[in-house]
């Protein structure tokens, strides 16, 4: 049986479609008509099995389709209204209720994380901090939480069941994890995990941006203790059905949606061939939520993005003040690689070198599952991606089909990386191995004047200088940067919007928070 084009490993019965698979409405903007050209590109140079698109401006729906597959075997079409998963795109989803809470004066974002779940102790010595951590602090992933430590036992039990694990792409450490720690399933699990594992802060509370999947977690168990509900039917009655978001929904242990439903890919190796293959176990994460463990899809994000486009209303409902808006939307902390964070959200001003251009969004991945979401305030334009393969590069197609909205060229990628000059003696003041508490490490080598970067997910890259203690390496573009302690001492890199601390040496000081 021939398998799919670009998709090595996937049977089918009929080639890939060369065009969305739902015909798209009329193109409203310049430049959209060769989008689907560079869409098609891009699914078939990365291998996507499937992916889901659309794009709205001036508030209406000017683009939406499918290209590829939703189920390759069976050979159904992508399509608007396929459910996808949509990995941390949910973390908006928990901001949105946390200022709706605020909004009705149950909770406030300056409250002290202990006010609404007393058993919340930061680890170790680092306990004396507690009483400092912040739901602002949460949802800013400045809280110091170091990353994954805990969060990563929540996902151990669908990942010691999922019968293809052994052929597909998984770093050893998670599968050694997987037969050695203790899976949890609650937030009062998480909770106890957090306060008891043997870890230290990455920073005091408020004074570094570390991506952190456990602080959104806890914001889900306090919209429960606040709002009187189980997190997945807060979502369900006061965000998914006044928005008539129909499709959208959180993962829960029984969630069984109506079809289409994406069927969920991996990579690796499988019968001595390397490819892409069918993986249909989803990788839950018991009762927890918040983080993650949502699925929706294209055309239902496409209806979210609008109510922040409309100061927090939509078809005559509000769902959420102007102040919560510009709360979620507000530039709170920088991000060391460029750009800030709001709240579930992320913000790039200055897109692709224009000064009066914000573009927020946020993107989202876990097994099966690539996701992206962006809307530019000051232009009208929205835009979502969906794809059904972890680590798939939904953020350029979605970001193709904005850069044409707004009239640059597709691929125009609103960050540039120049390059950028910098001696051997600072070259080799990188080179070490920088590790994050949950056993991920990162290597970096000098190797005929350049530096190499070595993961266990990714085969060596090398990098180049684009600024100072800064890099990338190509691809889709890697970037990263070198923290420096208040003696200039290199003690942590940054990268996949998270800290390593430099293994062995240059601990961060205590400093202030800020």
């Known amino acids: 049986m021939p398998g799919v084009p670009g998709v090595p490993g996937v049977p089918a019965s009929t080639p890939a479609p060369v065009a969305p698979v739902v015909p798209p409405v009329p193109l409203a903007a310049p430049g959209l008509e060769g989008f689907e050209a560079f869409a098609n590109g891009v699914v078939a140079r990365y291998r996507i099995p499937g992916v889901a698109v659309a794009v709205a401006a001036a508030g209406r729906t000017v683009y939406e ?6 189920d390759a075997e069976q050979a159904l079409p992508a399509t608007p ?15 949105l209720a946390v200022l709706q809470l605020a909004d009705a004066g149950l909770l406030s974002v300056a409250d002290p994380v202990m006010r609404w779940l007393p058993t919340f102790r930061l680890p170790g010595e680092d306990a004396r901090h ?27 039990g669908s990942i010691r069941e999922d019968p293809d694990l052994p052929w597909m792409d998984v770093p050893p450490r998670v599968r050694e994890a997987a037969t050695r720690l203790v899976p949890i399933t609650t937030s009062d699990q998480l909770l106890d995990a957090i306060a008891t594992q ?11 941006f570390s991506y952190s999947n456990e602080g959104y977690a806890l914001l889900a168990a306090v919209v429960e203790r606040a709002g009187g509900l189980a997190f997945p ?17 959180c993962r ?21 061939h390397r490819g892409v293959f069918p993986a249909p176990r989803w990788w839950g994460c018991g009762e927890i939520f918040g983080h993650g463990n949502m699925v929706s899809t294209a055309r239902d994000l496409l209806r979210y993005l609008q109510l922040f486009l409309h100061g927090g209303k939509l078809d005559g409902e509000r769902l959420l003040s102007e102040d919560g808006v510009r709360a979620m939307t507000t530039s709170h902390v920088a991000i060391p690689t460029g750009g800030h964070y709001g709240y579930g959200l992320m913000i790039q001003s200055g897109y692709a070198g224009r000064p009066d251009t914000c573009v927020v969004g946020h993107g989202g991945g876990s097994k099966g599952v690539a996701a992206d979401v962006a809307f530019a305030p000051g232009n009208g334009a929205a835009v979502v991606g969906l794809a059904n393969l972890q680590n798939a590069p939904a953020q350029l197609i979605s970001r193709g089909a904005l850069d044409a909205l707004l009239g640059l060229p597709l691929e125009a990628k609103g960050q540039s990386f120049p390059d950028y000059a910098l001696p051997a003696a600072r070259l080799r003041e990188y080179a070490g191995r920088y590790q994050s508490e949950d056993g991920d490490t990162v290597t970096i080598r000098l190797a005929d004047g350049a530096l190499v970067a070595e993961t266990e997910a990714l085969p060596p890259l090398r990098v180049r200088p684009c600024g100072e203690d800064a890099f ?14 208040e003696a200039g001492a290199i003690w942590a890199l940054f990268t996949g919007l998270r800290a390593y601390r430099r293994a062995h040496e240059h601990v961060l000081p205590p400093g202030q928070g800020v």
């Open 472 to 485: 990338v390496a190509p691809g889709p573009d890697i970037s990263g940067c070198f923290l420096r302690d």
């Open 130 to 156: 507690t009483d400092r951590v912040t739901l602002h602090h949460l949802l800013t992933h400045t809280s110091g939480l170091p990353p994954e430590t805990a969060m990563r036992r929540t996902r151990l």
């Open 198 to 208: 043997d870890d230290r802060l990455l920073a005091p509370p408020g004074r570094l």
């Open 65 to 70: 389709g499918g290209f590829g597959y939703r």
């Open 81 to 95: 209204d396929t459910a996808f998963g949509i990995g941390s795109v949910s973390k908006s989803f928990t901001a």
């Open 233 to 249: 039917e807060y979502m369900r009655r006061r965000i998914a059905a006044p928005l008539r978001l129909t499709r959208t929904a």
């Open 252 to 272: 829960t242990t029984d969630y069984s949606p109506t079809p289409p439903v994406a069927q969920i890919y991996a990579r690796g190796v499988k019968d001595g």
